[in-house]
């Protein structure tokens, strides 16, 4: 029997950054299924198609092939026809592209099983919008992680800025809002604590709190 903690949250929560670290504290795999959104959204952009509910996403669908695997060190590599793009989806226009993709049901339901047999073969820290309500219901720890518009906007800017990207703060956290409104307004799936979840603010934590606070929910959950 596998262990699954659903972890979701809107974007900028730090959600990837602290999953990640408290999954290799625990000696979980940790699953990003927003990178798999991305990757979808991805390769629409790469074909011109634009991220809404059209025969021309049913049938971009059918063409690609998206997987998850895993190096050595156990840092998760996103695979699009078995190419590694996990260095092309990170930019804030993938992020607007995969908030728009991923409100589409046939795009949800692509991917559905993907990450639920992760969770089935490992024990897994899942991280997403829906994980808790939706792909894994099911899941011995929810949690819901959030933060206010303004330091998740904050922690996004110093990390674009970090990599030497050319980014304005007001629109970043112009996309943060935005995308909060598409998340949890979109009709499929749309973002929500889950029923029974811990929700834990971070706005007032530093990175390594976060961390701490997320292992002690699970620890005591479990």
Known sequence: MYTAVALDGPAGAGKS??????????????????ALYR??????????????????????????AVDLTFNDRGEQIVLLNGEDVSSFIRTPEASMTASKISAIPKVRAFLLDLQRNMAKTHNVIMDGRDIGTVVL??????????????????????E?????????????????IAR?????????APLKPAEGCVTVDTTELDFEQSVAKIISVIKEKL
Do not use: C, W
């Open 39 to 64: 990757t979808v959204g991805y390769a629409a952009t790469l074909e011109g198609i634009e991220p809404v509910d059209s025969p021309e996403v049913d049938s971009l669908l059918t063409r690609i």
């Open 180 to 188: 909060d409104y598409n998340d949890s307004h979109r009709e499929t």
């Open 160 to 176: 674009l800025i970090e990599k030497g990207m050319n980014v304005n703060y007001k629109d970043i956290l112009k996309d943060v």
């Open 137 to 158: 219901p099911d899941a011995q720890v929810k949690i819901f992680l959030t933060a206010s518009p303004e330091a998740r906007a904050g922690r996004r800017y110093k």
């Open 17 to 34: 950054s602290i999953a990640k670290r408290a999954a290799k504290e625990l000696d979980f795999i940790y699953v990003d299924t927003g």
